[in-house]
């Protein structure tokens, strides 16, 4: 099944969608999808059991549109909210809910925001360097390129890109503005990195991939508050509620694995230090002693599967 929004079209299946549904144990109860997008998980939640409901969060004003009507059929047992994952408890609070049975976040950019090249995700397409998750909204990726030092943007190409030439190419970036001609469309940005690191067709990743990640990680601040977001939403889980993540790069899944570790009780401090400073406390048992993969058969219809790792926990 497809679903068309603004002449595109939109997957019906997210990733890893079989795997949550098991992991959250879907059951009559409230459930939190802080990562709506274009409804997917949602309406596998509310298909799963007839008697759950669910509160669907993006930032997205266009996906939050496309799933409220998606999902319009299964009437008042879905509400979406205009809002960042991280607020969850302020809409909790607003909807007048408490206690979900269960919490899923989906962390990637969806299919939607990389395929609508005015949102500028992608290098597929010529279009401003934008991408904002929230588009009416921050400073768009060319805005930081045209702000940023040299430094900085090396900074963050080289911390949330984990690209080691960073500095080279904020050296070509701060080049090109301080010429009158700073970077402002995605093609531009390619063109410049490929032209700065080098780049053959043969190459299976383009060399503009990393610091395209960092810039949106940057644009959105989605490091930010991670680890007091992980907390928070257990302690907001009823007991035996399950808590899932599904991250799609390292820096997430390594936030993400650390906070279940830290509230299963294992403390993550240095070797060496006299004393527990982390807050460790043993409030959840981890279900997924190593991250959960996409398999073949879902790989091969959507290769954008191959980097998405889910992680859950359920509340003691």
Known sequence: MVASLGGRDAPHRPVLLR???ELLDVAEGLFVDGTLGLGGHSEAILEAAPSSRV??????????????????????RFRGFHANFRDIARVLAEANEKDPRGILVDLGVSSLQFDSPERGFSFRFEAPLDMRLNAASGETAADLLRTLSEEEIAKVIFEYGEERRSRRIARRIVERREQGEPVKTTFELAE????????SKAQKIHPATRTFQALRIAVNGELEGLDRFVETAIDLLQPNGRF??????SLEDRIIKRELRRLSGQCQCPPRLPVCSCGARRVVEILTRRPVIAGDSELNENPRARSAKLRAARKL
């Open 19 to 21: 795997e949550s549904i």
């Open 55 to 76: 509160i669907g969060i993006d930032l997205d004003t266009d996906a939050l549109e496309f799933a409220t009507s998606r999902l319009a059929r299964f009437g008042d």
């Open 192 to 199: 410049l990195v490929a032209r700065a690191v080098g780049y």
């Open 244 to 249: 899932l993540a599904i991250s799609f790069h």
